[in-house]
Every structure is written in structure tokens, then in C-alpha cells.
């Protein structure tokens, strides 16, 4: 129903900036909630940062609480991970996904609550 195509991603030194981009097709993206995740080889799949529908509600894992931000808009069908203060582990595979919800204050955490899925932007940063 949505289909999601990430982009940003690159390589970039500790301590530098990027800034990831979501970009919703087939549907508007304020019909779900967003989400982040990571996944580096050989780790799991991480949850990083989501946004409720309305926008009004954000949650964020504690490893990049004051260095990420999730962000919304809505007009251009797409979603934004600005991650700032970026260390080598942070190198992962960045994938954004959607989750139709009714609550349009949640912001899921779970991988499982979300039902679509972009392929994800590389984000290597180097030491």
C-alpha cells in the first residue's frame, strides 16, 4: 500500500552530521506511523527512532538520545532522521518503515509493529 525509498546515507568522519530521508509513494505518508532501525552485519535489527501520526509524539533508543532526531512532513510524503554527533558505531544499514495504526499518538518501538518497509540507506562513519 506504501512503498518507502531511503536516502542520505554515505560516509562520514566521528563526530560529523547526516541526514537521512524517507520518501513515501502509493499512499500519504500521514496515514502511518514512522519508524528507524538499524542493522549492522552480524547484530540485530535496532530499533533507532519513530514518530506517531500526528507528529505529537516521538520516541528514540538511548543510544542516540540527544544526537538523533526524527522529524515529519507530511506535505512532502517523507520522514527525516537527522543524526548528529555521529561514532563508528553507529555504521549500520538505515531502514525506514510504516505502520498503520489507529492511535495516531503511538510511536511504536517494535519492529514487528510496523508493516512496510524501505530497503534501507548504508551510513558508514569512520574513526
Known amino acids: 500500500q506504501v512503498q518507502l525509498v531511503e536516502s542520505g546515507g554515505g560516509l562520514v568522519q566521528a563526530g560529523g552530521s547526516l541526514r537521512l530521508s524517507c520518501a513515501a509513494s502509493?499512499?500519504?505518508?500521514?496515514?502511518?506511523?514512522m519508524g528507524w532501525f538499524r542493522q549492522a552485519p552480524g547484530n540485530e535489527r535496532e530499533f533507532v527512532a519513530a514518530i506517531s501520526r500526528s507528529g505529537g509524539n516521538t520516541d528514540t533508543a538511548d543510544f542516540v538520545k540527544g544526537r538523533f532526531t526524527i522529524s515529519r512532513d507530511n506535505a512532502k510524503n517523507t520522514v527525516y532522521l537527522q543524526m548528529n554527533s555521529l561514532e563508528p558505531e553507529d555504521t549500520a544499514v538505515y531502514s525506514c518503515a510504516a505502520a498503520a495504526l489507529p492511535d495516531s499518538n503511538w510511536a511504536p518501538t517494535d519492529f514487528y509493529d510496523y508493516d512496510y518497509w524501505g530497503r534501507g540507506t548504508q551510513v558508514t562513519v569512520s574513526s
Open positions: 502509493g499512499r500519504t505518508l500521514s496515514s502511518y506511523a
